[in-house]
């Protein structure tokens, strides 16, 4: 039997005790770097005090680059004979993480497979957004540039669905002076360092956040929420909007001030440039 075993993404003590359990009666453990993994046992057996053999366990090595090779018929008859579990480096298998391929090859070769639930940045860091709305579009990270990035952004800044995003501490300013620029009065929540000891999260307009975190050590890795174009009173106004309002400068410049709060005089040097 095959069982996918989330783990922490940076507090020790979210490993529940199911999985504690699957990974000490556990023959074979898949992971996506055999390093981590020992190192995750080892810190488990030292502060909480739960014994795991790393050395009458096989590891091998299964990540997102040779996760369909490891799909053979000698790996079949594996999974079916021994007690394995699957982890990833940090968080739930199959979301951002290998371990989908694995999950349709019990299905279609009739292993028996269970999925273990923990914890997930996603789901955590949605819960603490304050956001009431029940449906939302995961997006895991963008493209890092170039017109693909740009345009799947404008896409989710025009989406009727709250948008989750994860992005690394060295395009995090970048992603938020993107989303500024369409939308600078767009309401978006941000937290870093998920569970860890320097966890910190803002929420605010993207101009307001954007300001803050000019100022603020972004280090470790993000994940971003950006809220809805749709409100009970309707779609908001975007900065794209009045662009291309067939208007003189002078008062798209009004208008513009009045969404960015920049200043006018600014924005119409900036149109008549």
């Not at 981590?36 to 997102?64: C, W």
């Not at 998920?194 to 890795?221: C, R, W």
Request: aromatic content about 8%; some cysteine; proline content about 3%.
């Amino acid at each position: 039997m095959l069982t996918f075993v989330p783990t922490p993404i940076g507090n020790l003590g979210d490993l529940s005790l199911r999985s504690l359990e699957v990974l000490k009666e556990a023959e074979l453990i898949l992971c996506e770097d055999t390093r981590v993994t020992k190192r995750l046992i080892q810190l488990i057996s030292q502060k909480l005090h739960i014994q795991i053999d790393i050395n009458n366990k096989e590891f091998k090595s299964v990540h997102s680059h040779n996760e369909k090779a490891f799909l053979t018929d000698e790996n079949k008859e594996l999974l079916s004979s021994k007690n394995v579990a699957y982890v990833s480096d940090a968080g739930m298998p199959c979301i951002s993480d290998p371990g989908a391929y694995l999950v349709n090859f019990c299905i279609e070769d009739n292993i028996e497979y269970d999925v273990l639930p923990g914890a997930n940045a996603v789901l955590t860091a949605y819960a603490m957004s304050g956001f009431d709305k029940k449906e939302f579009t995961f997006f895991g990270f963008l493209p890092h540039k170039g017109k693909d990035r740009q345009n799947q952004l404008q896409s989710i800044c025009e989406s009727q669905f709250i948008t989750i995003l994860y992005e690394s501490p060295h395009r995090l300013l970048k992603l938020l002076a993107q989303i500024e620029e369409i939308d600078a009065a767009r309401e978006i929540f941000v937290v870093k360092e998920l569970t860890k000891m320097y966890q910190q999260s803002f929420k605010g307009t993207a101009a307001d956040v954007h300001n803050q975190l000019k100022k603020t050590t972004i280090k470790g890795e993000w994940v971003v929420i950006i809220n809805s174009t749709v409100s009970q009173k309707g779609e908001q106004i975007t900065l794209k909007d009045i662009q291309e309002l067939e208007l003189p400068p002078k008062q798209k410049a009004k208008l513009i001030s009045k969404l960015t709060g920049q200043s006018i005089k600014d924005i119409y040097n900036t149109l008549t440039a």
